[in-house]
């Protein structure tokens, strides 16, 4: 049997959980009891989360965390350690606002305008009203406006350098004929918010400022615990870095007046060469960062970009990361990702893969109601920033594989993608929800999660919900069931190799660029929903790993039928001639809805197009279906909602099929590259059956919200039962007699007796109620007739059959099995329904969701397999 499958069924998978546990400063036993919750939950590892901690890297805190790493090493755990103070990552522990760190803080520029009109001789302009305090000049350029145009628009071929005219905050200049912007570049510091910390933070690109991070937490750390390092204490984990350049919003790019961008007095010459222009031409064109400054403004926000994100690569993430390494543990975490703030500045790193690459896993998060189950196309509402609009082409079928794609094209990370997940979704949010979440990330190739979140505090109010919160989370005694589910289906998906149909262009450089273009996410809706595989892949990957072979393009041992480029107008010279290459070479290059036209440089494309492909995104899944490089051919009921992921393992097929619908089933025939006898493994239940896919067509019944693992080339023990389905069912009508059980209480009080069944939470029965109802009934069973479906419920469901429990079921279907407490006759039952706590908590963040009724709400049903 296939060996990982085999240690799933043995219970001897590996590690892949390691949830958050806050820290308040509270008593250590209280402490010691949330790391044993952790650990009856069947994790193996923790991240200790800094950020409530007020006394961080201080006396109490090197007690608190010799006291929690003593305490893992006892219960045999693993610690991590979330690398900060303050929240997000690189506030330092408050190490740059000591005065002597001064010149370390982070470094902006901005712009102001001054219009001139001439000709006019000695014309003086002052400029020193608009500079403040702590602020210099650094640049002033005027520059003619574009002739005959209206708007805002400059002629970059006109521009003047006046810097050298500056005296006493007063401009002195000779302006010829014609109306003229003098663009004046001040090097300034950050605003301070309504939280000050932020002027304090790291500046991504100084490499010293970065090292502050090691100075302050990584090294004190180091010298307090080493004899931890490498054995119980894992590694860090850094939360959110960004420019931080402005805050509050996810689009912040080049082009927005009155922005401060991050600086440094590097970048001109960098931006030359990566340009290949000189760095005098660079000093003049820094207005085109803010204006439009005609042909050179793709150019300078190109390279712009280039820059900073590759000095954030090299500062922060290679920095961080290599000391980790050299020290014996792990760097993991994420940024922030949101609708598009990955290649953008402010909350955003600027280019995912690069702010990352330092890491030993790729790394997302899915949070505060950016992907809802069952949500597959509409845009919804989120407790975000810009509108709070939340985009299902992003957040369901984009992030989740800028991590696994990561994982797979960069040799560091060895296959390993990292989610955090189920945080600050509100008390509403229940087993249910958590396991569609699980289902949707597993299925894009997620194989470690950061579970959000157990707190030390009891009734913590800040980002719910808290799995255990001091015992009073009626679903935490099934949370056990949700993480060792996680556990398998992750240690069933790691190792050996991905298998992806094409591969995606990560366009960065298309935004950058400017012009007209698309982000590539519906691209990745399209793919997803036509049952094609791919990965997202970066010009660096292209240009350092990959090379064509017979037709497709090889990265780190992944190989890919087709790339995928999204609808630009503009690309680097050096994107467009790699594109190029790999075209010439026999590498299918489709451009989706739109052909590249330009250079960034502002130049004609050097030669014909006529190797690239255009297809519109309509057209897209047809033509790659075409082409044969597509892994499945599927047909049946629900088949826009298969979900699958492919790993070659051991010369042997792991096929993850997920059903992302929760309100139907899918019964489809899927035609494979394989054939013949595959191993069917059920992850929840943890059973294997064996099926027959003759000629490579495997039958799939997969019902809603449901997952399973198909294995081909393995050798099936003869003890493994043939797959069976369901082929009849009778309503089963039980008159029960119903208890509640208020959490926190050992007892139950008798609210109906021979009771059809109802919401227990409707207006008029028990609105605010938190906790589990108890229904006990009789049933006289059917011969042949040996599951049962009890239909909806809300939320998660415990059964016993004549005193014998048969298991627990966190979302539907509803269904188990009687085989083995099933009588002749009169049968007794019992079944626990747990609801969430949003019903009483009513707290801000469960607006925002659906909360589901409680309790048993039918029709149940006998079901016969055959």
């Known amino acids: 049997m296939e060996i990982k499958i085999k240690e799933c069924l ?50 109490e805190w090197w007690e608190d965390f010799g006291f929690i790493l003593k305490t893992a090493r006892e219960y045999d755990m693993g610690v991590w350690l979330l690398d900060d103070r ?40 002052y400029i020193g009203g608009r500079v403040f305090e702590g602020e210099s000049v650094i640049s002033i350029t005027a520059c003619k406006y574009n002739k005959g145009e209206t708007g805002e628009g400059l002629d970059y071929k006109t521009a003047v350098d006046l810097t050298a005219n500056l005296s006493n905050g007063m401009v002195y200049w000779d302006v010829p004929k014609g109306n003229w912007r003098i663009c ?28 502050a991070m090691i100075d302050s937490i990584y090294e004190p750390h180091y010298n307090h615990f080493k004899e931890y390092f490498g054995n119980t204490f894992k590694g860090f984990f850094s939360d959110e870095p960004g420019f931080l350049n402005v805050l509050y919003t996810y689009e912040n790019k080049l082009g927005i007046m009155e922005s401060p961008y991050p600086w440094s007095m590097a970048l ?56 980790c390494r050299e020290h014996g543990v792990m760097y ?18 600027g280019h995912y893969f690069r702010a990352l690459d330092g890491q030993d ?130 240690h069933a998906l790691s190792g050996g190799k991905h298998k992806a149909d094409v591969a995606v262009f990560y366009n960065a450089e298309g935004e950058w660029a400017g012009g007209e273009y698309e982000q590539f996410y519906n691209i990745c809706r399209v793919l997803t929903q036509s049952n094609i595989d791919f990965d997202i892949v970066p010009l660096d990957a292209l240009t350092s790993r990959g090379e064509v072979q017979g037709g497709k393009l090889y990265i780190n041992g992944e190989d890919y039928g087709a790339l995928i480029v999204s609808k630009c107008e503009r690309l680097p010279t050096k994107c467009i001639l790699t594109l190029d290459r790999y075209a010439s070479s026999g590498l299918p290059v489709i451009f989706v809805n739109g052909m590249v036209k330009k250079t960034a440089e502002g130049t004609k494309i050097p030669f014909s197009q006529s190797k690239f492909e255009r297809v519109s995104l309509k057209g897209l899944a047809k033509n790659l279906k075409g082409r044969g490089v597509c892994q499945l051919e599927c047909k049946g009921q629900g088949i826009e909602n298969l979900r699958f992921y492919h790993v070659e393992r051991e010369n042997k097929d792991i096929y993850l099929f997920s059903n992302e619908g929760n309100k139907t089933d899918i019964v489809a025939q899927i035609k494979l590259k394989q054939a013949g006898e595959c191993l069917i493994y059920e992850p929840w239940d943890n059973k294997c ?5 003759k000629d490579g067509y495997l039958d799939l019944i997969l019902e809603k919200n449901n997952m399973l693992f198909v294995i081909f080339g393995d050798e099936i023990p003869k003890n493994i039962p043939k797959m069976k389905r369901e082929s009849m069912r009778t309503r089963c009508n039980i008159p029960f007699d119903i208890y509640l059980k208020e959490e926190g209480s050992d007892t139950a009080c008798s609210i109906a007796k021979g009771s059809e069944l109802f919401d ?55 269904k188990f099995s009687l085989k083995d407490a099933l009588k002749e006759g009169e049968n007794e039952l019992k079944v626990v329904v747990s609801a969430n706590l949003g019903h009483r908590r009513r707290d801000g963040l469960s607006s925002y969701m659906q909360i589901p009724p409680t309790g048993l709400l039918g029709d149940i049903y006998l079901c016969k397999y055959i």
């Open 10 to 59: 043995e219970n001897k998978q590996d590690s892949y959980i390691l949830p958050f546990l806050w820290l308040h400063g509270e008593p250590k036993e209280r402490i010691r009891e949330e790391i044993l919750a952790i650990k009856n939950s069947g994790i193996k590892e923790f991240c200790a989360e800094s950020r409530p901690y007020e006394k961080f890297c201080q006396e």
């Open 86 to 125: 303050a929240f997000p990552t690189g506030y330092a522990n408050g190490y740059l606002e000591k005065e002597e760190n001064e010149h370390l803080r982070k470094k902006l520029i901005r712009e102001f305008q001054v219009e001139a009109q001439g000709p006019t001789k000695c014309a003086k302009f």
């Open 184 to 211: 004046v570049t001040v090097a300034t510091k950050p605003f301070k918010y309504k939280n000050d910390r932020f002027f304090y933070y790291i500046d991504m690109l100084n490499k010293e400022s970065c090292h």
């Open 268 to 323: 001109p010459k960098l931006m030359a060469q990566s340009a290949k222009v000189s760095e005098k031409e660079i000093w003049l064109w820094l207005p085109a960062l803010w204006e439009d400054f005609g042909e050179v403004t793709s150019l300078m926000r190109t390279h712009y970009m280039e820059a900073v994100t590759r000095l954030y690569q090299e500062n922060f993430s290679y920095q961080l990361g290599n000391w």
């Open 332 to 349: 993991i975490g994420h940024v922030i990702e949101d609708m598009g703030a990955h290649t953008r500045l402010g909350y955003g790193s």
């Open 361 to 490: 896993m790729g790394g997302v998060d899915i949070v505060l109601m950016q992907d809802i189950p069952g949500i597959t196309n509409n845009i919804h509402r989120a407790p975000l920033a810009d509108g709070g609009a939340a985009n299902p082409s992003f957040f369901r079928y984009t992030l989740p594989k800028l991590a696994s794609s990561h994982s797979h094209i960069q040799p560091l990370k060895q296959n390993r993608a990292m989610c955090e997940i189920f945080g600050a979704f509100g008390w509403a949010e229940g087993l249910p929800f958590m396991k569609g979440l699980l289902d949707v990330m597993l299925a894009s190739g997620i194989n470690y999660f950061v579970p959000h979140a157990f707190s030390a505090k009891e009734e913590d109010t800040d980002c719910p919900p808290h799995f255990y919160n001091g015992g009073k989370n009626i679903q935490y005694p099934l949370f056990k069931n949700l993480m060792e589910y996680m556990g398998r289906c992750s």
């Open 689 to 693: 059956y064996c099926q027959d896919a």
């Open 760 to 814: 227990i939470t409707a207006p008029n029965k028990y609105p605010d109620f938190s906790g589990s109802v108890i229904y006990e009934g009789k049933f006289k069973g059917i011969d042949g007739f040996d599951v049962i479906d009890f239909g909806d419920v809300g939320e998660t469901c415990e059964l016993w059959v004549n005193g014998k429990y048969l298991g627990a079921r966190i979302n539907a279907p509803y």
